[in-house]
């Protein structure tokens, strides 16, 4: 008896993915850019490359990851003991009239300075940052403000099937 190959294998134009493996990315919305951001930042592996990889064939989701990882060398740079080969100093932080700013920063142990402009989103995450890893050391100018904590709350919320109750800080 002869059995066709067909028969023998099971039908791969099935469209359901096979057991234990994620439905594809392509099924599904990417998510807010900025919501993404602010995920990547305080959380890096809450969105992996290899897991969502569908998610992140999109340029404007690859940019976001980029800029995440910047966020948090800027982060680290700014939170480091004196004594570590990373450990930057403040130098200026100029706030842009968009609610944003341009901070400068050295990390003498390299002779590295370096300038960064920053959206209002990325200042408050980078606030936020900041004051959660050196607490009451946190430099006057990093401290972060209500607006900064609710920025990043409403952000967060845009990854939530639940539609926000309420509506975001003003950007002026």
Do not use: H, W
């Not at 951001?37 to 490359?49: D, F, G, K, N, Q």
């Amino acid at each position: 008896m002869k059995v066709d190959a067909a028969e023998a294998s099971p039908s791969r134009s099935n469209s359901r993915p096979p057991p234990g493996r994620p439905r594809s990315l392509r099924l599904i919305e990417p998510p807010d850019a900025e919501a993404l951001l602010v995920a990547l930042t305080l959380s890096p592996a809450t969105y992996s490359r290899n897991r969502f990889y569908e998610m992140y064939t999109s340029t404007e989701m690859q940019r976001t990851r980029r800029r995440a990882g910047q966020l948090r060398g800027v982060v680290t740079a700014l939170v480091s003991p004196a004594a570590a080969k990373s450990a930057g100093r403040l130098s200026s932080i100029d706030v842009t009239g968009d609610g944003g700013a341009v901070i400068a920063y050295d990390v003498p142990s390299v002779g590295m300075r370096r300038t960064v402009r920053l959206r209002p989103i990325e200042l408050s995450l980078l606030r936020y940052c900041v004051s959660r890893a050196v607490g009451e050391r946190t430099p006057p100018a990093l401290v972060p403000g209500e607006d900064d904590r609710a920025r990043i709350g409403f952000a967060l919320q845009r990854l939530s099937p639940i539609a926000a109750m309420t509506a975001p800080p003003s950007e002026s």
